[in-house]
């Protein structure tokens, strides 16, 4: 599958003729199954027309929006909603519309119901103008509020109204995309609930804005990051000056995975508050339309192919380990052979399959095919770093799929920091049943630990890439790991040697999950006896409970999300600081001990032993009471498929929420003594 290469008219022009809406998968957009990127440029305000709406003359616009076809844009950022004549300019000039819609808010706009009424019908007036033309992209329901504003009203309740005017956006258009443009001076809002998120960014230092645009990777996670609004003053830098911060700023967003970008902007004339501004000029074009050298340069990134071409593609070999696959092989190997990579290798270990394993994996001539007997999953992805040949080795899971874009994000990250081994995330794919689903969204998947928003203390065995030289240096995988546990080893043993691991948020593999509770707990008892195994290998790095105590976060899992205490945020002097930074609180003991084994042995001895006294029963009873509460908030804060949205579904989360780490914990323990009982006692020569 080829990424969206073709001048902006097509991407339009089949649009509108086929009516197709861009959807999201994971962090980017897709027209039907095939991957485009954002590539636009911001249009006004602008002073009110003869027309009578906010935008130029219609022959400017139209010469705007040849302009624009000519520069590789494929979508302008409006700041008003726009009138159906230019809608239908932009669409026949193959733009689509990503659609602000302006309200009040730079006053205290909550302290009125009837403020909060005329925003709501702001809101849906601007939607149902806009939602039934092709030309239509997306909409943001607002755009930087003030933090002045944000701390009056508390970044809890301006939250709730921003989620509140999304669901009005959605309530008048169900299958438009919706965002809100945010800023650093209020990143702490964590708005976390729209299709995708947008970012405005002003930073003109190439290792500030790469720093910052790896923060803004991961406050998306696993939704589609816009860089909504970045621009140079050609007033104060210069000509010259603009142009060349503009290409590292498109060169960064684009090798660092960012979905899209929209230059800001596209012309010096401005016109807000009532006034045209004289002493700016943002512009790609000055007011006369007249090109300055930012065009052509921006032109080099909009019309070239995305992601951009590497400096040089080092021979990566991925390897993949099968063991009884049947269900999910042919996805994977699928996905494999599409990759937009030109100097790669595929090796898959059938690690003595006896199901259609062998016979799918022979359907594709271009992999390395080795068969062995069954050895476990460490021995067979060491048989596969034996048998690769490129400087770089990269495991993924056989039931995985990986983006077409996979090796060239994870590459991009060796090449520009030098690190030992780069990973990515694991999202999963959507499900077409409740169960799922819900096992989807579930505590206990593989994930990856970051320590920062670029090192990680741990990433996920199915999307991991090392040096070669790395993994000779600590001897490959121990095969002791027979089905997991080996990531885990493997990461510590990195870093034990002083070796850094990398993150790289757009190298992206679709994972399958479990399809069934006894599939999860059987994962989850899997994962309690590799925590036993690794137990024995870093002590040092679990806790009283035998549970690995990780020195960074936890991303992905829904455990991260019962934390207690409330998250600081730094705000700068008078509430100015430009950057303003949610800080979560670390986990402490109490946000996970309610759903821990000990805790539950305690609570059921201490009932019955009060029940058969008779005294205070309801003690043992409350701390059960506790455990379920806590399941039951992190179920309403799982996010389930949309389409499974419900109380049934809400419990069946729950209830693997409290089974998963008790079945976890038990075959923990189990491991642990068995593992104890093999350990030879120490002899000394005399006593």
Not at 302 to 320: C, F, G, M, N, R
Not at 427 to 452: F, K, Q, R, Y
Not at 616 to 636: D, E, K, N, T, Y
Request: hydrophobic share 40%; net charge neutral; glycine share 6%.
């Amino acid at each position: 599958m080829q990424n969206l290469t073709l001048p902006s008219s097509s991407f339009s022009s089949e649009l509108v003729a086929n009516r197709k809406a861009i959807t999201v998968k994971g962090k980017f957009f897709f027209l039907g199954d095939q991957k485009i990127f954002i590539k636009g440029v911001s249009y006004g305000p602008f002073s009110t027309g003869t027309h009578g709406h906010p935008f130029p003359e219609k022959p400017v616009v139209e010469i705007d929006f040849a302009m624009m076809a000519q520069l590789g844009a494929n979508c302008l950022r409006v700041y008003t909603v726009p009138p159906d004549w230019l809608l239908d300019l932009a669409a026949a000039h193959g733009l689509v519309l990503l659609v602000g819609i302006p309200w009040t808010q730079h006053v205290a706009f909550l302290d009125s119901s009837a403020v909060k009424a005329e925003i709501r019908n702001c809101i849906a007036q601007g939607v149902k103008a806009c939602r039934d033309h092709p030309a239509t992209f997306a909409y943001l329901v607002g755009n930087e509020i003030p933090p002045d504003v944000v701390r009056w009203h508390g970044q809890k309740q301006v939250r709730a109204f921003v989620k509140e005017l999304m669901a009005v956006a959605k309530d008048n258009h169900s299958q438009g995309l919706v965002s809100y443009a945010n800023y650093p001076c209020t990143e702490y809002l964590n708005i976390d609930f729209t299709d995708f998120v947008c970012f405005n960014v002003y930073l003109h230092q190439e290792k500030d804005f790469r720093r910052y645009l790896s923060r803004l990777h991961n406050l998306a996670e696993d939704k589609p990051l816009v860089l909504s609004e970045f621009g140079v003053d050609s007033m104060r830098e210069g000509n010259q000056a603009q142009a060349e911060i503009l290409s590292q700023k498109l060169s960064s967003s684009f090798y660092m995975g960012a979905a899209g970008t929209i230059v800001f902007s596209w012309t010096d004339e401005w016109f807000t508050g009532g006034y045209a501004i004289q002493d700016w000029a943002f512009g790609l074009v000055d007011t006369e339309r007249l090109k300055k050298p930012a065009f052509d340069t921006v032109q080099q990134y909009y019309t070239a192919a995305l992601p951009p071409v590497q400096p040089e593609y080092p021979k990566v070999s991925v390897v993949v380990c099968a063991y009884n696959a049947e269900r999910t092989m042919d996805s994977c190997l699928a996905s494999l052979k599409e990759l937009n990579y030109p100097n790669y290798e595929v090796i898959v270990v059938n690690d003595g399959s006896t199901d259609q394993t062998l016979e799918i994996t022979q359907r594709y001539d271009y992999v390395r095919l080795i068969s062995q007997e069954n050895k476990g999953l460490s021995a067979a992805r060491n048989v596969g770093i034996a048998a690769a040949t490129g400087e770089i080795i990269a495991f993924t899971d056989s039931d995985c799929m990986a983006d077409p874009d996979w090796l060239t994000y994870l590459v991009a990250k060796f090449l520009s920091s030098g690190l030992a081994a780069v990973g990515g995330p694991n999202l999963s794919p959507p499900e077409d049943s409740l169960v799922p689903a819900c096992v989807a969204v579930s505590p206990g998947v593989p994930t990856h630990v970051l320590l920062s928003d670029e090192i990680a203390e741990h990433i996920a065995g199915c999307n991991m890439a090392f040096r070669r030289e790395a993994l000779q240096d600590i001897c490959g995988f121990d095969s002791q790991f027979r089905a997991a546990g080996d990531d885990v080893d493997l990461c510590w043993r990195l870093q034990d040697k002083g070796y850094a691991i990398g993150f790289s948020p757009a190298a992206i593999v679709w994972h399958f999950r479990r399809n069934t509770v006894d599939a999860y707990l059987k994962q989850q008892r899997g994962y309690g006896k590799a925590e036993a195994l690794v137990y024995f290998k870093h002590p040092n790095r679990f806790n009283l409970f035998g549970q690995p105590s990780w020195a960074g976060r936890i991303y992905g899992d829904l455990s991260a999300f019962l934390r207690f205490g409330q998250p600081s945020i730094y705000s700068g002097v008078f509430g100015r600081g430009l950057f303003q930074t949610l800080y979560e609180p670390s986990s402490s003991l109490i946000s996970y001990l309610p759903l821990t084994l000990e805790w539950n042995v305690v609570a059921l001895i201490v009932f019955v032993s009060a029940l058969l006294s008779g005294d205070r029963p309801w003690v043992g009873a409350a701390m059960f009471l506790i455990s379920c509460v806590w399941c039951i908030a992190g179920a309403l804060q799982a996010r389930i498929d949309s389409r499974f949205h419900g109380a049934r579904a809400r419990l069946l989360v729950a209830l693997l929420i409290y089974l998963g780490p008790l079945v976890r914990s038990v075959e923990r323990y189990r491991w642990r003594i068995k593992q104890l009982t093999k350990a030879e006692p120490i002899k000394f020569d005399r006593p």
